[in-house]
């Protein structure tokens, strides 16, 4: 079965960091931009990272540029966001999103509440 | 970066009917490999986003016929026929082919 799924997600105060991961089965990572999509409770979708097959390009949302970072390990099959100095703010749902290809992926989530 | 604007925000269909809904980019999206990266996403209620269309019109795979994508440029329209219950749902659009990323803010599809 070809999936997505993230884990890392956790209650933090602010200031504090978290790694995110997210490991693929059934396809092969390592061919693909892979992303990071997050969904602040009862808001809309928002693009938060992504980088390319061979992390060649990599990109951020203006609001996490110097706190977060993305990283990838083909040969694990997985995707990484740390997160840094974080803030109320980025409490939300992060996916991890493959979005190019003939098949899109979403994984379920994992929720990261940033709360004193 | 680019802005995304879809409308209308709330779309009260009736079942079998049709429904539209329109995403308008502030600049052209087409991609200097000649490809359009437009995408549109259904979020069905306590459920993850799925990707429905890629590239404006191509449907991924499972997703029904009645799921249609149309546009070039800075103007992109999803179509809906016969709509179904398990329509119910936001709907988002996003582009792809410049960095950052973005997406529309959303169109609820409810039942009438």
């Known amino acids: 079965e070809v999936q997505l799924v993230e884990s890392g997600g956790d209650l933090v105060q602010p200031g504090r960091s978290l790694r995110l991961s997210c490991t693929a089965s059934?396809?092969?990572?390592?061919?693909?931009?892979m992303h990071w999509v997050r969904q602040a409770p009862g808001k809309g979708l928002e693009w938060v990272s992504g980088i390319t097959w061979n992390s060649g390009t990599i990109g951020y949302v203006d609001s996490v540029k110097g706190r977060f970072t993305i990283s990838r390990d083909n040969a694990k099959n997985s995707l990484y966001l740390q997160m840094n100095s974080l803030r109320v703010e980025d409490t939300a749902l992060y996916y991890c999103v493959k979005i190019t290809g003939t098949t899109g992926i979403w994984g379920q989530g994992t929720l990261v509440t940033v709360s004193s | 970066d680019v802005v995304m604007t879809q409308s209308p925000l709330s779309l009260p269909v009736t079942l079998g009917q049709s429904a539209s809904i329109s995403c308008r980019s502030s600049q052209s999206l087409e991609h200097s490999d000649g490809n359009t990266y437009l995408n549109w996403f259904q979020q069905r209620p306590g459920q993850s986003p799925r990707r429905l269309i890629y590239k404006v019109s191509n449907r991924d795979s499972g997703v029904p016929d009645r799921f249609s994508g149309s546009g070039s440029g800075t103007d992109f329209t999803l179509k809906i026929s016969r709509v179904e219950a398990e329509d119910v749902g936001v709907y988002y659009c996003?582009?792809?082919?410049?960095?950052?990323?973005?997406f529309g803010g959303g169109t609820k599809v409810e039942i009438k």
């Open positions: 996003m582009q792809g082919t410049h960095w950052p990323l973005t």
């Open positions: 059934g396809f092969t990572l390592g061919d693909f931009a």
